[in-house]
């Protein structure tokens, strides 16, 4: 399979599991993994309520018509299913730290898709 099918089975599964109830994603990661994602969600109908990042050059942007926030701004987003999608080493469980000290609960309030 190719990366853009293996993305629509993710989305396909997420929107009749962990999506439903929900008004959206949030995506933490605005490169190249999380602008992928967000093409398969939008392409679902699923909307994306922001990126979440660290890079201060993206802070205040938009990228596919969602703003792109900072860490406390995507922590504020309430009704969404949060995204971790980085593909960078080592950040899948520094976004699991952070999103869990939080309150969030991993497989209700965030998944991880990188």
Same mark, same amino acid.
Do not use: C, N
């Given at each position: 399979?190719?990366? %853009?099918?293996?993305?629509?089975?993710?989305?396909?599964?997420?929107?009749?599991?962990?999506? #439903?109830?929900? #008004?959206?994603?949030?995506?933490?990661?605005?490169?190249?993994?999380?602008?992928?994602?967000?093409?398969?969600? $939008?392409?679902?109908?699923?909307?994306?309520?922001?990126?979440?990042?660290?890079?201060? #050059?993206?802070?205040?942007? %938009?990228?596919?018509?969602?703003?792109?926030?900072?860490?406390?701004?995507?922590?504020?987003?309430?009704?969404?299913?949060?995204?971790?999608?980085?593909?960078?080493?080592?950040?899948?469980? #520094?976004?699991?730290?952070?999103?869990?000290? !939080?309150? $969030? %609960? %991993?497989?209700?309030?965030?998944? !991880?898709?990188?």
């Amino acid at each position: 399979y190719g990366v %853009e099918a293996f993305l629509a089975f993710k989305v396909h599964h997420m929107r009749a599991t962990h999506l #439903r109830g929900r #008004r959206g994603a949030a995506l933490w990661g605005a490169g190249p993994v999380g602008k992928a994602f967000a093409r398969a969600l $939008l392409s679902a109908g699923v909307p994306v309520a922001a990126f979440v990042e660290v890079d201060p #050059r993206k802070l205040g942007q %938009e990228i596919h018509g969602a703003p792109v926030l900072d860490t406390p701004g995507g922590l504020a987003l309430s009704g969404v299913l949060h995204l971790a999608a980085v593909g960078q080493q080592g950040v899948r469980s #520094r976004l699991r730290g952070i999103l869990s000290g !939080a309150g $969030l %609960e %991993e497989m209700r309030d965030f998944v !991880a898709v990188a």
